[in-house]
């Protein structure tokens, strides 16, 4: 089905009912092979798709219509310039439905505006858009006598050296540029390795770390906002006295089967909890050796054996 509308569409169907003694598909079908494009024709009038060559400003509304825009335009032939046809376009604007005519002039080479816009006139400074600015009709005219042109060559041969240091150094950089291929590639290549080895290096760090990403390279502010940072000396106040009470602890307090009298281990729990935080940092320092709790500690455990021992 789809080849079928193809074919139609490239009017390349040919029905059952046509026969070759009846000329071609148009002739057959009582049709243009322009269809609706060529319904003026008999007038002179094509039907074609103008472009807008320049921006405008519609004589109806007062509205702009921009160079490139496209419209159904009438095409038909006024005159000719010398061996060349002028051409005339009318269109509708699409604003106002405001008729628009347009022709060639081959004369000058652009589009002349006939009725129903204004052409909008744009001027501008060749300095400020840094474009070259050519010499008039008049001047070209002057330039064919050869002592004005010897005159105004001077004035040239100065701008030409003005310019010069600019257009060598642009030269220049073109030519350091396109001149060695090798050495181009070379250093882009060794830029390429040196970003990849600075890639796994980051994210063998951050695998170290136990992160699973890539960690951004440290900058001078991070250092700093790091510094500003103050930690709590609370969590290791505790924690050293929290470790000084587990070395002062006897290792028989919690066993089994022990038969030390709860009058005695409420004594050693007593004594246990009077340790001071200062103490407790000393003891870990070396500097405070509790010689009378050693004492205590191990004539309990002597005690303890003895009981033991009596038992068995």
Known sequence: ???????????????????PSQGSLNKFHGQHALR???????QGILIIRFEMPFNIWC?????????????????????????????????????CRHEIV??????????????????????????????????ADEERGKLADPFYRLEHQEKDLKK???????LVRLQRLSDSRH????????????????????????EAASRRRGLGMRLLPSTEQDAAAA???????????????????????????????????????MELESKRRKISA???SNLLSGGFKPSSWSQSTTSTSRRKGASMSVRR
Do not use: H
């Open 1 to 19: 089905m789809s080849s079928l509308a193809a074919a139609r569409a490239d009017n390349f169907y040919y029905p059952p009912e046509w026969d």
């Open 36 to 42: 609706e494009r060529a319904r003026k024709l008999d």
């Open 59 to 95: 004589g109806g509304c007062n509205s702009m219509i921009a160079k490139g825009v496209r419209f159904n335009a009438e095409k038909k032939q006024v005159g000719n310039y010398y061996s060349t046809k002028i051409w005339s376009f009318t269109m509708k604007s699409a604003c």
């Open 102 to 135: 347009i022709q060639t002039d081959p004369k000058n080479c652009e589009y002349v505006i006939i009725s129903g816009a204004q052409k909008k006139t744009e001027d501008f400074d060749v300095e400020d858009a840094e474009t070259l600015e050519f010499p």
């Open 160 to 166: 030409k050296k003005e310019a010069e240091p600019v």
């Open 179 to 202: 001149s060695d291929d090798y050495s181009l590639n070379k250093s882009l290549r060794a830029q390429l390795r040196s970003q990849k080895k600075r890639v796994a290096e980051e």
């Open 227 to 265: 510094a500003k940072v103050k930690f709590s000396s609370k969590f290791d106040k505790n924690r050293r006295d929290k470790r000084a009470l587990i070395n002062a602890e006897t290792i028989f307090s919690g066993a089994s089967g022990s038969s030390m009298p709860n009058k005695r281990r």
């Open 278 to 280: 200062a103490a407790a």
